[in-house]
């Protein structure tokens, strides 16, 4: 039997295994063996490389607190909290002990499969590698203390040195088997002589920060082997998942960080050699991007992007991929679609999905809706626009019938799509409280954001009319450095013009650290750089991908690491998620209290009823008060109870009691049609209700035996009029 860990300990053991796939490149791919599945090596902060000195990154950390923040800041909290819980104190310490030295040197965390021999059953085996220099044998002491502290792990674990180099192997029988080369090291193969991995990273930075690498093939065998043991349907199933997204024809997956001048870049590459199939194979063969959909992008743009996505395809791949799972929930799919079209009136694919274009833009603009993602526009290049804005318009209809036959029935109403021209477009929009959004097709292309004033802005700056982001000189200065120009996607960011709106944001963010203060730990107290030294380290930021025969490549540059968070603004994307909170809840909060004035308004309507019956108990005949303010003068009713709080209808104050009775009997929220009625009236007959002018879904009606009842507009105005007809139009005049 296998000593059991606690749960602790257990976690103690996850921690020094995964820590470093948090890190942030082919460093030490000589030291793994070359069955590595999932490979990630970084160079460590200490020497981060050449391309450091000069860079964008060196003068950032120059001018700001942020190595503070990591060096002290970040490790006087941790010791805190150690002091302060018990239970976290070990975890605190192995992140302290190891993780430490691994951040700051060359290392790299290797997942080479899992072994289905091995002696205790599947066995995951593991390489964890650090070339600590000098902090190599206090780095092994602590790998071996901690080891030690957790006592026998599921699975076998060696800690060895060779050198500077501390390694720590998990599921192999010896740490020769996981060690290539070195002194004393196995005779088993390295990753860096692997001809798959040489060839994928000849598509890379060789001399990246950062590079993780993925053996697609050796991991779908790996896959293929643990299905089995998932039983019969997994295994059925499992070809029909691989073929359906295409992954049988992914080879490998590769990407790398590092220094592209003074700037920062990232490249990657996911080896898929023609012929592709499933929804990869669809996303490798997309066209590149035409410049129609780019001229739809304003000059002026300071956040932008263009890509393709075939709405009809996507769902056309997903309904074969189900019938080819499982006949049965296709059946069902697709009798869903049939009841949704006979519902519509119209084929969802055929008549909708088939005329949108698989080429889609979005931008925001300052000449257009401002800055930040509430003016957010998006453009679509349609197949058919004529036809397209038929089907959007036949859904928009069918919204409203709904909406007024719900408005009939006397439920809550439900949103109303509007329309309203605007820069010679008729736009249509959703007439919602904080976000209206809308849609409008102009010069064969639809437009749409979270405001009707936004989209009539994109229509005046014009589908190619105006300059557009092909004559921006950052955009075309970043789309020639990416090798871009037959990109099937494209990502654009101004930082420079973007930075002076969110640096505010961010900067009352990095404050958050200040909490540290109300703990005993004071924090750095500027944590970024003044914005007059970032900004000359700023410029756009961008980002393309692209098909070839042997795979997808994508290559991102930006001033730094993290740079391209200045182009949001926490600030205004917490308001904006604040304005579609309201948005969503308004409507229900306007329901939930429109139903609170309901109960209120009836409960009032019985207090009339209750005075009513107490007034004709002590009358010899059993009649009823011949109007309210006869009731406020003889019973024990308020003032209040003769307002309905559904209306606008103010409180009079200071008023004698002559003075209320005269008020009440000209403006009483409710209409009195006990006058000349007899306590022994019918029990549903109606005594009293609601004053119909302002209401819009129905009306509290009072009936003879004093019970209440809410009706719908449409029937309660029935029963009004029945009434008055029985009294021949004495009384209760509406």
Same mark, same amino acid.
Not at 671 to 691: F, H, R, S
């Given at each position: 039997? !296998? ?10 053991? /996850? ?22 599945? /999932? ?22 950390? =120059? ?59 599947? %066995? ?54 996981? !060690? ?14 692997? #001809? ?11 001399? #990246? ?10 991991? /779908?065998?790996? +896959?293929?082997?643990?299905?089995? %043991? ?20 992914? =080879? ?17 590459? %996911? ?81 909708? /999905? ?28 349609? #197949? ?29 109403? %439900?949103?109303? +799509? ?58 075309? #200065? ?134 009513? +019956? ?72 109606? !005594? ?47």
């Amino acid at each position: 039997m !296998l000593r059991k860990l606690t749960a602790a300990r257990f976690l103690a053991l /996850l921690m020094i295994l995964a820590f470093p796939a948090l890190a942030r490149g082919q460093v030490l791919a000589d030291r793994v063996p070359d069955d590595t599945i /999932l490979y990630v090596g970084w160079t460590g902060v200490e020497a981060p490389g050449p391309g450091f000195k000069g860079s964008n990154l060196e003068a950032i950390l =120059k001018s700001s607190n942020l190595p503070q923040v990591f060096d002290q800041f970040i490790p006087a909290l941790l010791d805190m909290a150690a002091r302060q819980d018990k239970n976290s104190a070990e975890g605190v310490r192995i992140f302290r002990a190891v993780a430490g030295p691994m951040w700051r040197h060359p290392s790299a965390i290797a997942f080479a499969g899992i072994d289905m021999a091995g002696p205790n059953g599947p %066995m995951p085996k593991f390489v964890l590698i650090s070339k600590a220099g000098k902090e190599a044998p206090a780095l092994k002491q602590q790998i071996d203390a901690l080891l030690a502290q957790a006592g026998q792990p599921p699975v076998p674990v060696h800690v060895v040195q060779q050198g500077d180099i501390v390694a720590v192997a998990v599921g192999y029988a010896t740490a020769d088997a996981a !060690l290539p080369g070195g002194a004393g090291g196995g005779n088993a193969k390295s990753l860096a002589k692997d #001809a798959s991995f040489i060839k994928a990273l000849a598509q890379v930075d060789k001399n #990246a920060v950062i590079t993780g690498y993925v053996d697609v093939e050796k991991l /779908l065998a790996t +896959i293929d082997q643990i299905v089995p %043991m998932a039983g019969q349907e997994a295994q059925v199933a499992w070809p029909t998942i691989r073929d359906s997204l295409g992954i049988a024809g992914v =080879k490998q997956i590769i990407w790398s960080e590092g220094f592209d001048g003074k700037d920062w870049g990232e490249r990657a590459f %996911m080896a898929a050699p023609a012929p592709r199939k499933g929804l990869i194979g669809s996303l490798l063969e997309a066209k590149p991007l035409t410049d129609d959909i780019l001229k739809t992008i304003p000059q002026s743009s300071t956040l932008a992007g263009a890509g393709h996505f075939d709405l009809n395809g996507f769902v056309t791949t997903l309904r074969t991929a189900v019938a080819s799972l499982d006949p049965d929930t296709a059946r069902q799919v697709d009798q869903a679609f049939g009841q949704v079209n006979q519902l519509i009136g119209m084929d969802v694919q055929k008549d909708l /999905l088939a005329n949108f274009g698989d080429e889609w833009a979005y931008y925001t603009d300052p000449a257009t809706a401002g800055v930040g993602m509430m003016g957010l526009t998006l453009v679509n290049r349609p #197949a058919d626009a004529a036809k397209l804005e038929a089907a959007l318009t036949r859904l928009e209809n069918l919204a409203n019938q709904m909406s007024a036959q719900h408005m009939k029935q006397g439920q809550d109403p %439900m949103l109303r +799509i509007r329309q309203v021209k605007m820069a010679g477009a008729t736009i249509h929009f959703l007439g919602s409280p904080a976000i209206s959004p809308a849609w409008t097709i102009q010069d064969g292309n639809l437009y749409a954001g979270l405001y009707p004033e936004a989209v009539a802005a994109a229509v005046a700056q014009g589908g190619g009319n105006g300059h557009s982001i092909l004559d921006n000189r950052a955009f075309v #200065a970043i789309r020639q450095h990416l090798g871009a120009k037959s990109a099937t996607s494209v990502q654009f960011m101004d930082l420079p013009k973007l930075a002076p709106y969110t640096y505010p944001g961010w900067q009352m963010m990095s404050r958050l650290a200040g909490l540290g203060d109300l703990f005993g730990v004071p924090a750095p107290v500027m944590i970024l750089p003044p914005l007059k030294e970032l900004m000359p380290h700023l410029s756009a930021a961008g980002q393309a991908a692209w098909g070839e025969a042997d795979g997808l490549h994508m290559r991102s540059v930006s001033p730094f690491p993290g740079s391209e968070a200045l182009g949001t603004d926490p600030d205004a994307m917490s308001v904006g998620q604040e304005a579609m909170a309201i948005s969503v809840l308004l409507p229900a909060l306007n329901s939930a209290r429109d139903r609170a004035n309901r109960v209120k308004s009836a409960s009032n309507l019985r207090q009339i009823g209750l005075g009513a +019956i107490m007034y004709a108990n002590n009358q010899r005949d059993g009649s009823f008060p011949k109007d309210e303010a006869t009731m406020l003068k003889n019973e024990d009713l308020t003032l209040e109870v003769f307002i309905n709080p559904r209306t606008t209808t103010q409180l009079p104050h200071g008023l004698t009691p002559e003075q209320q009775q005269a008020w009440v009997a000209q403006h009483s929220d409710y209409v009195w049609n006990g006058a000349g009625k007899k306590n022994n009236m019918p029990a549903d007959e109606p !005594l009293a209700w609601e004053k119909p002018e302002g209401a819009r879904e129905g009306l509290n009606i009072l009936y003879g035996d004093c019970h209440v009842e809410w009706k719908p507009m449409g029937e309660a105005m029935e029963i009004i009029r029945k009434a008055q007809a029985k009294k021949n139009g004495a009384g209760g005049n509406l």
